[in-house]
């Protein structure tokens, strides 16, 4: 009897080992990027599910401080998909002549100003003031001037390199006027109780641009990887839908995940900051419409900030 069962033991395990490297051949291998903060948030119960085995693809992830990591990767194709700022993504696709195409939008409007005091209730208290911020040569840098034009309001900015470097000089009573994108807003707010949030950036935005949708984070794949693997863009596309509605669904999870990972310092930190993270999930014919209008502003305000020109409709990936 004992003869008849090892055999049939011995086939079962084989059999599943089979299945098993069946299953790990028919995945696709996708290099995915993501930068720590708001624009990577939304990705983490992917990067989770990832680790354990649990996605339609396999994704080796790499998690960045800065998009200056991860760029040069895009282009050669070394990284096929990865979230990055949404001017970065059109600056990329008019430095490489279409290579880089437009899957989502991840992230809406992050930027606040906050305030030691109670002087600035609206964009015109700003006239004469000085301003200290962050992302100078980027998206927040632009919106920003764009405001204050907009509202005939002269301010001196003095940008500072990092995020944490603003934040730091925050806490330590030498700023007392900040612009920073969550979740550094969060993380100044619950160290010094004297800081409040004086302008919510997203919303004066909107006002002076007749509506249009401020959008900061998006997801960007490699053209000629997209156009090989359609299967495998669509299952990602599908498994990071999940992980944002997971992100705003369940924040005390997420936010455990958010600090296991590194993104965020802390799940309390995490927890405060998602609901003023603006994490999205728009792709298609609704994400090319919301987009286009920030893109034709910045072409008009600085179209270097996106790269010369404004990107052609093969920029926005249709499936």
Request: hydrophobic residues 40%; proline residues 3%.
């Amino acid at each position: 009897m004992i003869k008849k069962i090892v055999p049939l033991v011995i086939v079962l395990a084989m059999l599943m080992t089979a299945c098993t490297k069946a299953d790990k051949q028919d995945k696709t291998t996708i290099n995915v990027a993501a930068l720590k903060g708001p624009t990577g948030m939304g990705m983490i119960k992917l990067i989770d599910d990832a680790d354990k085995g649990n996605t339609k693809n396999e994704y080796k992830i790499t998690l960045a401080g800065s998009p200056d990591e991860i760029t040069g990767k895009i282009v050669s194709g070394e990284i096929q998909i990865a979230a990055l700022p949404i001017n970065l993504a059109a600056n990329l696709y008019n430095k490489t002549n279409g290579k880089v195409q437009l899957l989502a939008l991840n992230t809406l409007g992050v930027l606040y100003v906050l305030e030691k005091g109670e002087e600035i209730n609206s964009v015109s208290d700003l006239e004469g003031k000085k301003i200290f911020a962050t992302g100078q040569g980027a998206t927040p840098e632009y919106i920003l001037d764009y405001i204050l034009k907009e509202n005939n309001v002269n301010a001196d900015v003095e940008f500072k390199t990092e995020h944490s470097e603003l934040a730091a000089l925050a806490l330590s009573g030498n700023a007392d006027i900040v612009m920073l994108p969550e979740p550094f807003v969060t993380n100044v707010l619950s160290k010094e109780a004297g800081f409040r949030v004086a302008l919510d950036l997203t919303e004066e935005f909107e006002r002076v641009s007749d509506g249009t949708v401020l959008s900061m984070g998006c997801i960007v794949v490699n053209k000629e990887f997209a156009e090989k693997n359609k299967q495998a863009v669509k299952d990602f596309l599908d498994e990071y839908k999940a992980s944002t509605e997971f992100v705003n669904n369940n924040i005390s999870e997420a936010s455990d995940l958010i600090a296991k990972y590194g993104i965020l310092a802390s799940k309390e930190l995490a927890e405060k900051a998602i609901p003023n993270c603006n994490i999205v999930f728009i792709e298609g014919g609704e994400m090319e419409q919301k987009i286009k209008g920030f893109y034709e502003l910045l072409n008009e305000y600085n179209a270097n900030s996106i790269g010369g020109k404004l990107p052609g409709e093969d920029f926005y990936y249709k499936g």
